[in-house]
């Protein structure tokens, strides 16, 4: 397996389209590694400058502490799987997952061990003498993902290989990347713009806008602890709830006005809160942390039913503040009220999170 480093790197087109804007990244050998962010974030390109399918503008690309950027494609080792499978329609399945290998002169024996192991693990041992026409996209998935699998290469790029897939196939090659990936050990760059992809498959998630890398780090202490409001209202569907609130209070007394609901803040979390008394901030409060029932640590918050969407495990309610900020609320299943009514909601005082309106930046408190 690998360790990828990227120093500085930069991909610029033409003259000035800026793709890619001097990142740094440690990807750990044997680590799943997951790109995320929306269209056009440079996570894809990112991707390719790894492979060798983009020259690096600037910066240093390094695989096992040797540079690469240099270094052509076939001779880097590497084994990418695309969205769009690409996989040659006049061949058999297990042509398809043999022609690596004859290209580097591999034994025929150890090319049909290799097929025969790689075609078991994924479960397409039935579909080894169709072409590509002849299967479903998911079966079409498999092989693309078998053949590179039967390389044994130092490290796996995956570019959103499952954006074409059923929802409900999705969820079942999410599962098996994973085994996979248990199984053997292997360094994988997954490049995806699906949330529920990066949150249940990385160990760690690179969070890219702009192309720059916002935040890295396990999914959940992404989750938890978003470095700014981009990263707070782009994980997760509903996202945070990120509200127009103001700071105020006395010496010693600090407190949120969200919409002219006073919430007092604990002395404990002070800490650099201080400088932004009397100033507006982003309160921020994820859907699952609002509460239809009170309890110890919630703080009421009243709103007007916009609508409620039942899901089936749960509830999603949308609200206006009085000031007509809306936010959503995921509620138990059982949750109903009629649009236009009052209501009250408790925020999780524990769970809130304060942002900067101008840098879009976390504000760090206690």
């Known amino acids: 397996m690998a360790q990828i480093t990227l120093k500085g790197i930069t991909k610029v087109f033409g003259h000035d389209v800026v793709a890619v804007d001097n990142i740094d990244l440690e990807i750990g050998d044997g680590e799943f590694m997951v790109l995320l962010g929306p269209s056009g974030c440079g996570k894809s390109t990112t991707l390719r400058m790894i492979a060798g399918l983009e020259e690096v503008t600037s910066g240093e690309l390094m695989i096992d502490g040797k540079r690469m950027n240099d270094v052509d494609p076939a001779d880097r080792d590497l084994a990418i799987v695309f969205q769009n499978y690409a996989l040659y329609p006049h061949m058999t399945v297990s042509a398809n997952l043999a022609f690596g290998l004859r290209l580097r002169k591999v034994e025929r024996d150890e090319v049909e061990r290799r097929i025969n192991k790689t075609a078991a693990m994924l479960g397409i041992e039935e579909l080894l003498a169709r072409r590509p026409k002849e299967l479903s996209g998911g079966q079409q998935q498999r092989v693309a993902l078998g053949r590179a699998l039967v390389r044994n290469p130092v490290a796996f790029l995956f570019d959103e290989p499952l954006s074409n897939l059923d929802a409900k196939l999705r969820a079942a090659m999410r599962t098996e990347l994973i085994k996979i990936h248990r199984e053997l050990g292997a360094t994988i760059v997954h490049v995806t713009h699906d949330?529920?992809?990066?949150?249940?498959?990385?160990?760690?998630?690179?969070?890219?806008?702009?192309?720059?890398?916002?935040?890295?780090?396990?999914?959940?202490?992404?989750?938890?602890?978003?470095?700014?409001?981009?990263?707070?209202?782009?994980?997760?569907?509903?996202?945070?709830?990120l509200l127009k609130a103001r700071l105020l209070?006395?010496?010693?007394?600090?407190?949120?006005?969200?919409?002219?609901?006073?919430?007092?803040?604990?002395?404990?979390?002070?800490?650099?809160?201080?400088?932004?008394?009397?100033?507006?901030?982003?309160?921020?409060?994820?859907?699952?942390?609002?509460?239809?029932?009170?309890?110890?640590?919630?703080?009421?918050?009243?709103?007007?039913?916009?609508?409620?969407?039942?899901?089936?495990?749960?509830?999603?309610?949308?609200?206006?503040?009085?000031?007509?900020?809306?936010?959503?609320?995921?509620?138990?299943?059982?949750?109903?009220?009629?649009?236009?009514?009052?209501?009250?909601?408790?925020?999780?005082?524990?769970?809130?999170?304060?942002?900067?309106?101008?840098?879009?930046?976390?504000?760090?408190?206690?």
């Not at 760690?204 to 470095?227: H, K």
């Not at 009085?322 to 009052?342: T, W």
Request: proline share 8%; aromatic share 6%; with cysteine.
């Open 249 to 366: 209070g006395r010496a010693g007394e600090l407190e949120i006005d969200l919409a002219g609901t006073g919430i007092a803040i604990p002395p404990a979390r002070h800490g650099s809160l201080e400088s932004y008394r009397d100033k507006a901030v982003v309160f921020g409060v994820r859907p699952e942390d609002l509460h239809a029932e009170p309890a110890p640590g919630r703080v009421p918050l009243d709103v007007k039913v916009v609508t409620v969407e039942a899901l089936g495990p749960e509830v999603v309610l949308i609200a206006s503040l009085a000031d007509d900020q809306e936010l959503a609320a995921r509620l138990n299943r059982g949750f109903s009220a009629p649009v236009g009514s009052d209501f009250r909601l408790y925020a999780d005082l524990e769970m809130m999170h304060l942002f900067d309106p101008t840098s879009e930046t976390a504000i760090a408190e206690g």
């Open 195 to 241: 949330q529920v992809e990066a949150m249940t498959m990385g160990e760690r998630m690179c969070i890219m806008r702009d192309g720059r890398i916002v935040q890295v780090g396990e999914p959940l202490e992404v989750y938890r602890n978003p470095a700014d409001t981009f990263v707070a209202g782009f994980l997760a569907s509903p996202p945070m709830n």
